[in-house]
Nanobody
Framework: QVQLVESGGGLVQAGGSLRLSCAASVSISAINAMGWYRQAPGKQRELVATISSGGSTNYADFVPGRFTISRDNAKNTVYLQMNSLKPEDTAVYYC????????????????WGQGTQVTVSS
């Protein structure tokens, strides 16, 4: 089994920054794709960003210029650096993983973490 544990969430003011971490129980170099999703109260889960084992990335339309996904294979960890945060970014952020990149992009990845809360005040 692959276990994913998110951390780094918290409360920040609008315009601030947070870095989320997703630590995997296995070597992430052996996982083809990982990504971040989020879900706000009353809204559907939505894609934030994905990254492949080769470093290729995909982002949601609201991300460019604000969020960056990266990975550190030595630490078995994927990161989401979030800058210029807005109140509408408030949500629970989830880490996902699968050996098929299309599954992660589509939101149907095989493995999910328990989530970390991000709250942005106005």
């Amino acid at each position: 089994q692959v276990q994913l544990v998110e951390s780094g969430g918290g409360l920040v003011q609008a315009g601030g920054s947070l870095r989320l971490s997703c630590a995997a129980s296995v070597s992430i170099s052996a996982i083809n794709a990982m990504g971040w999703y989020r879900q706000a109260p009353g809204k559907q889960r939505e894609l934030v960003a994905t990254i492949s084992s080769g470093g290729s990335t995909n982002y949601a339309d609201f991300v460019p210029g604000r969020f960056t996904i990266s990975r550190d294979n030595a630490k078995n960890t994927v990161y989401l650096q979030m800058n210029s945060l807005k109140p509408e970014d408030t949500a629970v952020y989830y880490c996902a993983a699968d050996n098929r990149a299309l599954r992660v992009i589509a939101g149907t990845g095989s493995y999910w973490g328990q989530g970390t809360q991000v709250t942005v005040s106005s």
